[in-house]
């Protein structure tokens, strides 16, 4: 049945003129990456990618104060302004962020900040965040933006030998614990191979760091607004085809969402489905299809930090479930779900009912007009749930 | 007898749809016009050169017209790219290079077919100076099978004999240039690589770290830097603490050449081109440009400059109108012919902006081809259950 899906949608994508596909969804990315109304296409241009996901936002937060309506680039704008209030040390720098940025997020805080807190840099990733290590060292709140992930690269040797080191290597004299990176992550339905990829796995294999995913605009706040609060640096992965995709009522006052800590979203008794951001919405539907067609109750875990990750909210689930599936964008071999699974493997062997299954990108460079079938969507997943049940 | 003969010679190279009395008229005036014509550039700034580029160059109507044609060329493709986006057909990032095609046509006009060429992600206009079509390279946009890179790169990413593409990363490809070049050296054929670069990519620190390597091993590359006074949003005076970009090379020789010109452009590529020949080692031009369209296609381009200020580059140095102004009013091309050649390149886009809206998409194995090079095929790890698929190089 699966198959049979998958081949359905092969078709669609081959025959992208004639017209096809709806899906209220159809033009996320494309609307998401565009900054201007000039640009919007012809109402009746043929849309060509239906998003692989929807979106289920979360219940409204009660314990914050008032909420407003927010979509993902919103809410991150409203935690950096609530920073930018609170925290008269804080700046926030990167590639033409002082006009709000290709995204919006940085939209209206330099005219409010002044533009020695909101500025822009010169394309230059390695020096953006080296700056904001020594920034953050000399104690300013340092924010700095890195364009898209697939950008970070002429970063890393900056983020991995000097951002993760700098505590452990001055024997605490000195650190960068007050610099957030934020970036935009994750594919976008168009992308293709430079503004598409899920790096998370790269630096997961640093200590000294802490990576964050939400998944949504709620999450987002919360989580980038206790990264900046802690006091180590931190890798912040924003999923850019949720900007605009993504609605919620936010709180408009600051608060925290804890750092290594897993939520569950739904409780479930037979399989524990693991997911960070945008996944996590690809996973509510392979929960609810499984519920529905297999009568398998799943139980959904958002891992949202990556490091140092929540062994013990998974461990407890698995106990439980006896079944693990694990998924995320970026190439399986290698990526964040391995490591996951080594760990599961060694506190829950005796409760395994199935081996742990991953379900994620292909081992290629993230494809052009294949994006469809690189992605892991909720077919994919629902395949590897039946195997493993039927285990 | 030899204006009959003109006649029909002109009717076969025309090929177009043209009536009996227009063509009379521009062979009339075709055995009336200037073979060829000097003209005066704008001298070059100069950086550690005694002497620069010439500032006269003879233009031979021949080469006028191969210029203007493809100029012309790569600005309606451009456009043809920015309406397909528009419509959906086109996806991904996209970054056209309307407004500087003197820059590509000025510096294929002044090295050989086997020198070398690489840039950033700005690339149709290269792409097509290369040799490539036109046909090739909107189906390359759309994802088509027959694109010059088989549909599965994209706008940034089209690659050609002795054109090493189509970089995405900022700066990325400033070293490989310069590998490139190293390359050509070893070789000893007297070949160079031009190294290609935007303002905004100026400020990498792997550019400087090119630089030093270059300028240490004598290497025969000549780093242009195509200054189009905006790094994506942001202007030059605001990303640069010297906007000098032809002295940033400091130990490297520089010029600083009117980018809108093609002349200039070819004069001075061919100055640069005969230095590195000489074996003297690296040299850095800056090309002053401008592009019209934004920085991509998510980018309107005037939230940060005016639409006066593109307009003002737009009718005062507009390198097409520049280069067709300066043979029409010496009387090396009639306006009848220019405006075949429009029609013929309108005709030519057009059925290229067909082809790739008909050719299909790759087959989906080709989604796993060209990871590895192996001789066998390996399969590919993470792919679904019930499709293997394999890789093959």
Same mark, same amino acid.
């Given at each position: 049945?699966?198959?049979?899906?998958l081949f359905l949608r092969a078709s669609p994508v081959k025959s992208s003129l004639t017209g096809?596909?709806?899906?209220?969804?159809?033009?996320?990315?494309?609307?998401?990456?565009?900054?201007?109304?000039?640009?919007?296409?012809?109402?009746?241009?043929?849309?060509?990618?239906?998003?692989?996901?929807?979106?289920?936002?979360?219940?409204?937060?009660?314990?914050?104060?008032?909420?407003?309506?927010? !979509?993902?680039?919103?809410?991150?704008?409203?935690?950096?302004? !609530?920073?930018?209030?609170?925290?008269?040390?804080?700046?926030?720098?990167?590639?033409?962020?002082?006009?709000?940025?290709?995204?919006?997020?940085?939209?209206?805080?330099?005219?409010?900040?002044?533009?020695?807190?909101?500025?822009?840099?010169?394309?230059?990733?390695?020096?953006?965040?080296?700056?904001?290590?020594?920034?953050?060292?000399?104690?300013?709140?340092?924010?700095?933006?890195?364009?898209?992930?697939?950008?970070?690269?002429?970063?890393?040797?900056?983020?991995? !030998?000097?951002?993760?080191?700098?505590?452990?290597?001055?024997?605490?004299?000195?650190?960068?614990?007050?610099?957030t990176i934020r970036s935009p992550w994750g594919c976008v339905g168009h992308g293709s191979i430079?503004?598409?990829?899920?790096?998370?796995?790269?630096?997961?294999?640093?200590?000294?760091?802490?990576?964050?995913?939400?998944?949504?605009?709620?999450?987002?706040?919360?989580?980038?607004?206790?990264?900046?609060?802690?006091?180590?640096?931190?890798?912040?992965?924003?999923?850019?085809?949720?900007?605009?995709?993504?609605?919620?009522?936010?709180?408009?006052?600051?608060?925290?969402?804890?750092?290594?800590?897993a939520e569950v979203l739904q409780e479930g008794s037979d399989l524990t489905l693991v997911a960070?951001?945008?996944?996590?919405?690809?996973?509510?539907?392979?929960?609810?299809?499984?519920?529905?067609?297999?009568?398998?109750?799943?139980?959904?875990?958002?891992?949202?930090?990556?490091?140092?990750?929540?062994?013990?909210?998974?461990?407890?689930?698995?106990?439980?479930?006896?079944?693990?599936?694990?998924?995320?964008?970026?190439?399986?071999?290698?990526?964040?779900?391995?490591?996951?699974?080594?760990?599961?493997?060694?506190?829950?062997?005796?409760?395994?009912?199935?081996?742990?299954?991953?379900?994620?990108?292909?081992?290629?460079?993230?494809?052009?007009?294949?994006?469809?079938?690189?992605?892991?969507?909720?077919?994919?997943?629902?395949?590897?749930?039946?195997?493993?049940? !039927?285990? | 007898?030899?204006?009959?003969?003109?006649?029909?010679?002109?009717?076969?190279?025309?090929?177009?749809?043209?009536?009996?009395?227009?063509?009379?008229?521009?062979?009339?005036?075709?055995?009336?016009?200037?073979?060829?014509?000097?003209?005066?550039?704008?001298?070059?700034?100069?950086?550690?050169?005694?002497?620069?580029?010439?500032?006269?160059?003879?233009?031979?109507?021949?080469?006028?017209?191969?210029?203007?044609?493809?100029?012309?060329?790569?600005?309606?493709?451009?456009?043809?790219?920015?309406?397909?986006?528009?419509?959906?057909?086109?996806?991904?990032?996209?970054?056209?290079?309307?407004?500087?095609?003197?820059?590509?046509?000025?510096?294929?006009?002044?090295?050989?077919?086997?020198?070398?060429?690489?840039?950033?992600?700005?690339?149709?206009?290269?792409?097509?100076?290369?040799?490539?079509?036109?046909?090739?390279?909107?189906?390359?946009?759309?994802?088509?099978?027959?694109?010059?890179?088989?549909?599965?790169?994209?706008?940034?990413?089209?690659?050609?004999?002795?054109?090493?593409?189509?970089?995405?990363?900022?700066?990325?490809?400033?070293?490989?240039?310069?590998?490139?070049?190293?390359?050509?050296?070893?070789?000893?054929?007297?070949?160079?690589?031009?190294?290609?670069?935007?303002?905004?990519?100026?400020?990498?620190?792997?550019?400087?770290?090119?630089?030093?390597?270059?300028?240490?091993?004598?290497?025969?590359?000549?780093?242009?830097?195509?200054?189009?006074?905006?790094?994506?949003?942001?202007?030059?005076?605001?990303?640069?603490?010297?906007?000098?970009?032809?002295?940033?090379?400091?130990?490297?020789?520089?010029?600083?050449?009117?980018?809108?010109?093609?002349?200039?452009?070819?004069?001075?590529?061919?100055?640069?081109?005969?230095?590195?020949?000489?074996?003297?080692?690296?040299?850095?031009?800056?090309?002053?440009?401008?592009?019209?369209?934004?920085?991509?296609?998510?980018?309107?381009?005037?939230?940060?400059?005016?639409?006066?200020?593109?307009?003002?580059?737009?009718?005062?140095?507009?390198?097409?109108?520049?280069?067709?102004?300066?043979?029409?009013?010496?009387?090396?091309?009639?306006?009848?012919?220019?405006?075949?050649?429009?029609?013929?390149?309108?005709?030519?886009?057009?059925?290229?902006?067909?082809?790739?809206?008909?050719?299909?998409?790759?087959?989906?194995?080709?989604?796993?081809?060209?990871?590895?090079?192996?001789?066998?095929?390996?399969?590919?790890?993470?792919?679904?259950?019930?499709?293997?698929?394999?890789?093959?190089?």
């Amino acid at each position: 049945m699966a198959a049979t899906r998958l081949f359905l949608r092969a078709s669609p994508v081959k025959s992208s003129l004639t017209g096809l596909t709806g899906g209220v969804r159809g033009s996320l990315g494309l609307t998401l990456l565009k900054l201007s109304p000039d640009c919007t296409a012809q109402p009746t241009a043929p849309r060509r990618h239906a998003a692989h996901f929807t979106f289920h936002p979360d219940p409204v937060p009660t314990q914050y104060g008032p909420t407003q309506k927010m !979509n993902l680039f919103q809410s991150v704008t409203s935690a950096l302004d !609530n920073t930018l209030a609170g925290d008269p040390t804080a700046v926030i720098f990167g590639e033409d962020v002082a006009f709000g940025g290709v995204f919006r997020c940085t939209v209206g805080l330099r005219d409010k900040y002044g533009k020695d807190r909101v500025f822009n840099t010169p394309l230059c990733e390695q020096g953006i965040v080296g700056f904001g290590i020594g920034a953050a060292a000399a104690g300013a709140t340092a924010i700095a933006e890195i364009q898209f992930a697939d950008y970070i690269y002429p970063a890393f040797d900056q983020i991995v !030998n000097e951002a993760a080191k700098y505590r452990y290597r001055s024997g605490n004299m000195f650190d960068c614990g007050r610099l957030t990176i934020r970036s935009p992550w994750g594919c976008v339905g168009h992308g293709s191979i430079y503004h598409s990829q899920s790096p998370e796995a790269f630096f997961a294999h640093c200590p000294g760091i802490k990576i964050v995913v939400p998944r949504g605009p709620v999450q987002a706040k919360g989580l980038l607004l206790s990264c900046i609060a802690d006091q180590n640096p931190c890798i912040f992965f924003e999923p850019k085809i949720l900007y605009r995709a993504a609605v919620e009522q936010v709180p408009t006052e600051a608060y925290h969402v804890p750092l290594s800590q897993a939520e569950v979203l739904q409780e479930g008794s037979d399989l524990t489905l693991v997911a960070w951001g945008t996944q996590v919405h690809v996973m509510r539907e392979v929960a609810a299809m499984a519920q529905e067609k297999l009568g398998v109750s799943c139980e959904l875990i958002d891992l949202q930090t990556i490091l140092p990750w929540d062994t013990e909210t998974v461990c407890k689930s698995v106990v439980k479930t006896g079944r693990l599936l694990i998924s995320h964008e970026a190439p399986v071999t290698g990526g964040f779900a391995a490591e996951i699974s080594s760990t599961v493997q060694e506190e829950c062997f005796l409760n395994l009912e199935a081996p742990i299954s991953r379900v994620c990108g292909y081992d290629t460079p993230f494809p052009h007009i294949f994006e469809p079938f690189y992605i892991p969507d909720k077919w994919k997943c629902f395949e590897a749930v039946k195997r493993m049940i !039927n285990y | 007898m030899q204006n009959m003969l003109t006649v029909v010679a002109n009717t076969l190279k025309g090929g177009a749809k043209i009536n009996g009395s227009r063509v009379v008229v521009s062979a009339r005036s075709f055995a009336d016009l200037t073979p060829q014509a000097s003209f005066d550039i704008k001298r070059c700034d100069l950086h550690r050169l005694d002497e620069g580029p010439s500032v006269q160059t003879v233009l031979t109507r021949e080469d006028g017209l191969r210029y203007y044609r493809t100029m012309q060329t790569v600005r309606r493709m451009e456009l043809k790219a920015d309406q397909l986006y528009k419509q959906k057909i086109i996806r991904g990032f996209c970054h056209l290079y309307d407004g500087q095609e003197a820059c590509a046509v000025g510096i294929e006009a002044g090295i050989n077919p086997t020198d070398h060429l690489i840039t950033a992600y700005r690339v149709h206009g290269y792409t097509y100076t290369r040799g490539v079509s036109v046909k090739e390279i909107l189906a390359e946009l759309t994802g088509r099978k027959g694109g010059i890179a088989k549909g599965k790169g994209g706008s940034m990413h089209m690659y050609a004999k002795n054109f090493y593409g189509g970089n995405g990363i900022v700066g990325a490809q400033v070293p490989l240039g310069a590998g490139v070049a190293l390359a050509c050296q070893y070789q000893a054929k007297n070949e160079v690589c031009v190294t290609l670069y935007g303002d905004g990519a100026a400020n990498q620190g792997q550019i400087f770290e090119a630089f030093n390597m270059a300028a240490l091993w004598k290497l025969p590359c000549i780093f242009i830097c195509e200054n189009n006074k905006y790094g994506m949003g942001t202007s030059v005076e605001r990303a640069s603490a010297s906007t000098d970009y032809y002295k940033r090379g400091d130990y490297i020789p520089g010029l600083r050449v009117d980018g809108m010109d093609v002349l200039s452009v070819r004069e001075a590529t061919r100055f640069a081109a005969d230095y590195c020949r000489y074996g003297k080692g690296p040299i850095l031009m800056e090309l002053q440009t401008y592009r019209y369209h934004g920085h991509s296609m998510s980018d309107p381009g005037v939230s940060y400059r005016t639409r006066d200020e593109i307009q003002e580059v737009r009718g005062k140095s507009d390198p097409i109108t520049m280069l067709k102004d300066r043979m029409i009013s010496n009387n090396m091309a009639s306006l009848e012919e220019i405006k075949d050649i429009d029609a013929e390149i309108r005709k030519e886009i057009e059925e290229a902006a067909q082809f790739a809206t008909s050719d299909p998409e790759p087959p989906l194995e080709d989604l796993c081809n060209h990871i590895f090079f192996n001789d066998t095929p390996f399969e590919v790890r993470g792919t679904s259950p019930w499709v293997k698929l394999k890789s093959i190089s």
